[in-house]
């Protein structure tokens, strides 16, 4: 058996992406899992604006380790990690009322079974309060 350049990158891909991963996870604990936690603290204004600017490239990173080694790894939550930071990154000054977005997912939900769900969404701000 003879051993090409491309085979022997293809047999330590999963070693190099795992080391990498290693190293960018000692330095940002956070890019490691899902994430949930960040999403939490991002939407009610807990995080700074430099950790988010760091949480953002680290979590591309970490994803892009993760899926170009090889390893197991899904895309929707980092998309989910990645777009609520970037949005308390881009609007710091904002923290999201949480229990607004839970009464518009079981109102649209809720409208969804009975075939309006445009109606039932579009009727929560035309008061601008945003409140049901």
Avoid at 42 to 47: A, F, K
Avoid at 89 to 110: E, G, M
Wanted: contains cysteine.
């Amino acid at each position: 058996m003879c051993l090409t350049i491309g085979s022997f990158l293809l047999t330590f891909k999963p070693a190099v992406g795992g080391l990498g991963l290693g190293i960018l996870g000692y330095f940002i604990p956070r890019v490691f899992g899902t994430g949930f936690d960040t999403i939490s603290n991002t939407l009610t204004g807990q995080l700074g604006l430099g950790l988010l600017a760091i949480l953002i490239v680290g979590k591309i990173l970490a994803t892009v380790l993760t899926l170009g080694s090889g390893a197991s790894g899904g895309v929707f939550a980092p998309a989910l990690f990645i777009g609520a930071v970037l949005g308390g990154r881009v609007w710091p000054d904002r923290p999201i009322n949480i229990s607004w977005f839970t009464r518009l997912q079981r109102r649209l939900r809720h409208g969804g079974h009975g075939g309006c769900i445009c109606r039932c969404g579009a009727g929560t701000n035309h008061r601008r309060d945003y409140s049901f």
